[in-house]
Structure formats: structure tokens, C-alpha cells
T-cell receptor
């Protein structure tokens, strides 16, 4: 079963705008990661946030984690056309769980020049 | 380049056949994950190995099996193939068993005709 569920499924914005994607999950986690996938290519790791962290930054990326609501958000600031891709959250369940590094269905981001 | 190598890149085969997908993880990575990505199911976790041992199992069909060899490369065997098995199959590796980012290969695109 899917652990993470991203929202929205698709997002279209203009270059320079900010893009916010959300992820909800179901069970307790060790950490949550965000990945990016260009069409038909492999996934690229963007950022990892641990369950005891609330916010993390990496360049133009800002990730928040709310374990009480079992949700995370990924903010891309000052978006560029090159940010066009699908973005996935992945959860790493507490040890002993049957599934590891489980991905949601992704948010397809289109940044229009 | 993630350092994870998957072969072959493309595979076309007939229903009922058996195929083997191969993955060489990043140098030094002990953990290998297999995923299936199809349009309607998203990225599905299949199975994880760590240092030769199976660690976690997801929605992997009984017709599918995998193993990780002493040199840490892994193979995913798909048998009695059906049209619905057509998908992108990704391998990912990580340094440790958990709490770490995963590096993805470029995938094997399997088409069953």
C-alpha cells in the first residue's frame, strides 16, 4: 500500500513563482525524503528530514515535517523551467515495518517560462 | 550519474516469458531496493536486500523473485510475464539499511507484448 500521498497531483506555475507540494503518510516514520524525477528517468534525492526535525533547507528547497499531522511539505522558491519534473515523498518506516522507503504517487510540476 | 547501473535499459519480451534484470549498486552500498513504476500504480516498492539478506518485502508478486549476490549486485527475476507487467523497473542502493538517502539507477523499461 502507498505510504505517502502527494497533493496536488499536478501543479502548473510561472517561472519565478513558488511551488508548494504536500505529502501525507499513515504510519510512524524514521524519516521522510523528497525525490525528483525527470520524465522516464531515475529518481534523484533532494532532501531528507528526520522525525525529530521540523524544518530543513537546501538551496531553494524548504521542507517541513509535522509528525502530529503525519504530513510534510516541499517548497521550491523562485522556480525555474528546469524545475519541471515529478516530485515524490518517500517515508522510511519505523524498523520492523514491512515496507521500506515507500513512495507516494507524486506531484507533477510544470514551470512555464 | 548516480553510480547505480541497471541493465538492460530496454527489454521487449512476449507474454509467458521470463526475464532477469540486473543492478549494480554504488560502490560500498550494502542495501538494494527494487521498485516497479507504472502509469496507473505509481512507484511500487517490491523488495529490499541488505548485504545479501532480504530485509523487507512489498507488493511483489509470487512470479517475481530477487536476490543479492556476495559481490552485492542484485537481480530481479520476472517469470510468466503478463501484459500488465510492462513498466519501468528501478533499482536503488543506499549505504546503510535505513535512515539514509537512496541512489537510483536509470531503470529498465520492460515491455511485454
Amino acid at each position: 500500500s502507498q505510504q505517502g500521498e502527494e497533493d496536488p497531483q499536478a501543479l502548473s506555475i510561472q517561472e519565478g513563482e513558488n511551488a508548494t507540494m504536500n505529502c501525507s503518510y499513515k504510519t510512524s516514520i524514521n524519516n521522510l525524503q523528497w525525490y525528483r524525477q525527470n520524465s522516464g528517468r531515475g529518481l534523484v534525492h533532494l532532501i531528507l528530514i528526520r522525525s525529530n526535525e521540523r524544518e530543513k533547507h537546501s538551496g531553494r528547497l524548504r521542507v517541513t515535517l509535522d509528525t502530529s499531522k503525519k504530513s510534510s511539505s516541499l517548497l521550491i522558491t523562485a522556480s525555474r523551467a528546469a524545475d519541471t519534473a515529478s516530485y515524490f515523498c518517500a517515508t522510511d518506516a519505523i524498523k520492523g515495518g514491512s515496507e521500506k522507503l515507500v513512495f507516494g504517487k507524486g506531484t507533477k510540476l510544470t514551470v512555464n517560462p | 550519474d548516480s553510480g547505480v547501473t541497471q541493465t538492460p535499459k530496454h527489454l521487449i519480451t512476449a507474454t509467458g516469458q521470463r526475464v532477469t534484470l540486473r543492478c549494480s549498486p554504488r560502490s560500498g552500498d550494502l542495501s538494494v531496493y527494487w521498485y516497479q513504476q507504472s502509469l496507473d500504480q505509481g512507484l511500487q516498492f517490491l523488495i529490499q536486500y541488505y548485504n545479501g539478506e532480504e530485509r523487507a518485502k512489498g507488493n511483489i508478486l509470487e512470479r517475481f523473485s530477487a536476490q543479492q549476490f556476495p559481490d552485492l549486485h542484485s537481480e530481479l527475476n520476472l517469470s510468466s510475464l503478463e501484459l500488465g507487467d510492462s513498466a519501468l523497473y528501478f533499482c536503488a542502493s543506499s549505504a546503510r539499511e535505513e535512515d539514509t538517502e537512496a541512489f537510483f539507477g536509470q531503470g529498465t523499461r520492460l515491455t511485454v507484448v
